[in-house]
């Protein structure tokens, strides 16, 4: 069973679309996926499908300023320059505390759907963007989690985030926090990046995956194709900074199994250094179950990559490794 629904945002005004699939029969447990930066929910729809097959209730949203709660009524547009898709709220969070609304949003979901499964294992997966929100999340709500998979991350030292927030303000005071900046996007692109395409012209050597299929429909979805306003760098900015300190990450309980994936050529994740930090850092907070799996090859979306299926199931068996004996509920 698929069912599609909305909840109100932490900001008080928008109608958060969310999503939740449900297997027959007897459900193994929940798996609540945060999608990351200009994408959405839908395009996790063949790791949900996997992921119902093997008996989880699956469930996710798309974040404030993201595909159906960012365009409701569908009016984005593909542009060849990728900088403005026609919608004002496409790339926009909120302007008070964006990180932070997007990490309340993500515990009213969890909310719901715990309330619909109150005995059934809970766990959560974030990728890229999703998986610095899920670090900050883990902090603050990580309690009752059967487990939490981080995919796609990184480590961005201090100084770096300072300095990009500090341009984003002097642009904010001139422009607004709905300005369009390519400036600042290239700013977010360090060394690593260097080696690949990130025009979408060559699809053989983009930094998102081998699978060129998938990149082209990226580089064509109108969701995925439009440039973050001020404000949106600045909440992505604003969770990269807490989730790399060390003290952010010792809040995170002790008992939470956590498992980082990602490829081995992912540039958000230093080519693997980054990841390797992260996960330094959560055997530091005295985490006693921390996991790390570097896939050679492979590019920065794993669940999309030509050897996605290893990885897909390699996610499963951690999981089910993870599940309480004889958990599970009729539903």
């Not at 679309?17 to 029969?25: C, D, I, K, L, Q």
């Not at 060559?202 to 930094?207: G, K, P, V, Y």
């Not at 959560?282 to 979306?301: C, P, S, W």
Request: charged share 25%.
């Amino acid at each position: 069973m698929r069912e599609e629904f909305t909840f109100l945002s932490k900001d008080g005004k928008t109608n958060v679309y969310a999503v939740r699939r449900v297997p027959e029969g007897k459900a193994r447990g929940v798996i609540q996926l945060t999608h990351g930066m200009v994408e959405y929910i839908g395009r996790y729809r063949e790791f949900a499908d996997f992921l119902e097959q093997a008996g989880f209730v699956v469930a996710g949203h798309d974040h404030l300023g993201h595909g159906h709660t960012g365009d409701p009524e569908g009016k984005a547009v593909y542009t060849t320059d990728r900088k403005d898709s026609g919608v004002e709220s496409l790339g926009y969070f909120e302007e008070s505390d964006p990180s932070g609304t997007l990490v309340s949003d993500m515990h009213t979901l969890r909310q719901i759907i715990e309330k619909q499964y109150p005995d059934l294992p809970y766990f959560m997966l974030g990728h890229s963007m999703g998986s610095y929100l899920l670090r900050q999340y883990l902090a603050l709500y990580g309690e009752g989690l059967a487990g939490a998979i981080i995919m796609g991350t990184g480590y961005v030292p201090e100084k770096t985030t300072k300095a990009g927030l500090a341009v984003i303000k002097v642009l904010k005071a001139f422009h607004g926090s709905h300005y369009r900046s390519r400036f600042v996007q290239n700013l977010s692109y360090s060394k690593p990046y260097q080696q690949y395409d990130l025009t979408g012209k060559d699809c053989t050597r983009t930094w998102l995956s081998k699978n060129e299929e998938n990149v082209k429909a990226y580089y064509k979805d109108p969701w995925c194709t439009y440039l973050f306003t001020l404000n949106g760098y600045r909440g992505l900015m604003e969770s990269v900074q807490t989730t790399c300190r060390q003290e952010n990450v010792d809040q995170i309980p002790k008992d939470l199994p956590v498992l980082f994936v990602s490829g081995q050529d992912d540039p958000v994740g230093d080519l693997g250094e980054g990841v390797r930090t992260v996960a330094g850092m959560f055997q530091k907070a005295g985490i006693h179950d921390v996991t790390m799996k570097l896939y050679q090859n492979d590019r920065h979306e794993i669940l999309n990559e030509t050897d996605r299926d290893r990885v897909r199931q390699d996610i499963l068996s951690w999981v089910e490794a993870r599940l309480p004996k004889e958990s599970g509920t009729e539903e």
